[in-house]
């Protein structure tokens, strides 16, 4: 029995660290705050349907970038950098999407 518990540990440990190698909770929690603001700005017609479209598509080259990091079983440092990158621009667009002068045309019914 021992020698049994003695050969799971390792394995056990080894999947763990596996794991952890794969997640990138920094990148993950970035994607759901661009999704907040993307919805934000659409919502308060800060950005038109067109910046709001192009915000989006950013935001799916990042998943699929990232999907591509983690496709061998480990996200490098260089790839975590290049992820990050990737979404400072896509912020730094975002950013400047929303505070230009083009507003979401608002028709009233009144």
């Known amino acids: 029995m021992r020698k049994i518990v003695a050969l ?3 394995i056990a440990f080894t999947i763990v660290m596996q794991a952890n190698a794969q997640r ?9 705050n661009q999704r907040v603001r993307i919805h ?10 067109r910046e709001a479209a192009g915000a989006i ?3 799916r080259h ?3 970038a990232e999907r591509c990091a983690k496709a061998d079983g480990q996200v490098t440092r260089r790839e975590r ?3 990050h990158h990737k979404q400072n621009r896509a912020s730094h667009e ?6 230009n002068a083009h507003a979401r045309r608002r028709y009233n019914a009144a």
């Not at 975002?94 to 505070?99: A, G, I, N, P, S």
């Open 94 to 99: 975002l950013r400047r999407d929303k505070h």
């Open 8 to 10: 799971l540990i390792p």
């Open 81 to 83: 950098a290049r992820l």
């Open 62 to 64: 990042i998943r699929r």
């Open 57 to 59: 598509q950013d935001q």
């Open 40 to 49: 934000q700005g659409f919502a308060s017609g800060e950005l038109t349907r």
């Open 24 to 32: 990138t909770p920094g990148v993950d929690q970035r994607q759901q």
